[in-house]
């Protein structure tokens, strides 16, 4: 069975803040990809990165940065320098690539950001 | 161009209604995806369709009957629907099953509600 827990319900920072989103996952797969999801008030999820099992190069995108570590089963995403617009509600989610897992996307709970000006 | 649709973005309905909710695509994605989120939860996989063939059924209730008439479009038919079945219903497209893990793109969702 796949699992992914994001132990921060919900995060409050101020503009310019630096914050790290947590996500720690667990699967059976010797292959399998994690994504990231940002959900804003407007409720459709935006893709924000796929990272395949066997590739734990980390990636920037502007202020975006994800830290894929294999060894304790991780994948954080950090925002630098947040900004108003980054208040959302982040999904880490998780999908395998045997069998029955094609096309399930396991999801984490949620991270609710909040970004104050 | 990674833009998925679905109308309408808001329905409420009653209980003895048939409705439709629609969602579209155009970027030759060939499965496609409806979810149902409820406030403060992730989304819960309903149905995937590959290559227009129903895939997945995740022991989703009779009352929800999915259609895929063509590989740009998906429909979710509605019926004798329960309160509890409002929410946001998602629709999600890509390019296939296990190409790149099934990284989906999402519509914008249609807000449900059964009175």
């Known amino acids: 069975a796949q699992k992914v827990t994001q132990a921060q319900t919900e995060i409050s920072v101020v503009e310019k803040e630096d914050v790290t989103l947590d996500c720690v996952y667990e699967?059976?797969?010797?292959?399998?990809?994690l994504f990231w999801y940002k959900q804003p008030p407007s409720g459709e999820l935006v893709f924000l990165i796929r990272?395949?099992?066997?590739?734990?190069q980390n990636e920037i995108s502007g202020r975006y940065s994800w830290n894929f570590q294999k060894s304790t089963s991780s994948f954080n995403f950090t925002i630098t320098a947040s900004q108003v617009v980054d208040s959302a509600v982040y999904f880490c989610?998780?999908?395998?690539?045997?069998?029955?897992?094609?096309?399930?996307?396991?999801f984490g709970q949620g991270t609710i950001l909040t970004v104050h000006p | 161009d990674t833009e998925v649709t679905q109308t309408p973005k808001h329905l409420v309905m009653g209980m003895t209604n048939k409705k439709s909710l629609k969602c579209e695509q155009h970027?030759?994605?060939?499965?496609m995806y409806w979810y149902k989120q409820k406030a403060k939860k992730p989304p819960e996989l309903m149905f995937v369709?590959?290559?227009?063939?129903?895939?997945i059924n995740e022991s989703v209730p009779s009352r929800f009957s999915p259609e895929c008439p063509n590989s740009s479009l998906l429909n979710l038919h509605l019926h004798a629907l329960q309160p509890e079945d409002s929410a946001l219903y998602l629709c999600?497209?890509?390019?296939?099953?296990?190409?790149?893990?099934?990284?989906?793109?999402f519509g914008p969702g249609t807000r449900l509600t059964v009175t």
């Open positions: 999600a497209s890509s390019q296939d099953l296990q190409l790149r893990g099934g990284e989906q793109y």
């Open positions: 699967t059976r797969d010797t292959t399998y990809y």
């Open positions: 990272r395949n099992s066997f590739d734990e």
């Open positions: 989610a998780l999908s395998g690539a045997g069998g029955t897992s094609y096309g399930k996307l396991t």
């Open positions: 970027m030759g994605h060939r499965a």
């Open positions: 369709y590959s290559y227009e063939k129903l895939s």
